[in-house]
C-alpha cells in the first residue's frame, strides 16, 4: 500500500510541475484531448494504462 501511495504521490508531482511550468502547453493539450475522438481517447488511455502496469512491475521485480 506504501508503494502505491508513494506512485500516486509522484504523480501529482509531475503534472504539477507541468503545470506550473509549461501552463499554456497545458491548456493547449487539454483543448486538444476535447477534440480528440473517443475511440483514440480510449486506445491512448489503454496504453498509458499498460505501459504504467509494466513499469511498476518492472521496477518490482
Known amino acids: ?3 502505491l501511495v508513494a506512485a500516486l504521490g509522484l ?3 509531475i503534472e ?3 503545470l506550473a511550468a509549461f501552463p499554456g502547453a497545458a ?3 487539454a483543448a486538444a484531448i476535447i477534440d480528440a475522438p ?3 481517447l480510449r486506445t ?3 496504453i498509458a494504462a499498460i ?3 509494466l513499469l511498476v512491475w518492472f521496477a518490482r521485480r
Do not use: D, H
Open 51 to 53: 505501459v504504467g502496469v
Open 11 to 13: 504523480l501529482l508531482a
Open 27 to 29: 491548456k493547449r493539450a
Open 38 to 40: 473517443e475511440g483514440t
Open 16 to 18: 504539477g510541475l507541468t
Open 1 to 3: 500500500m506504501a508503494f
Open 44 to 46: 491512448m488511455g489503454l
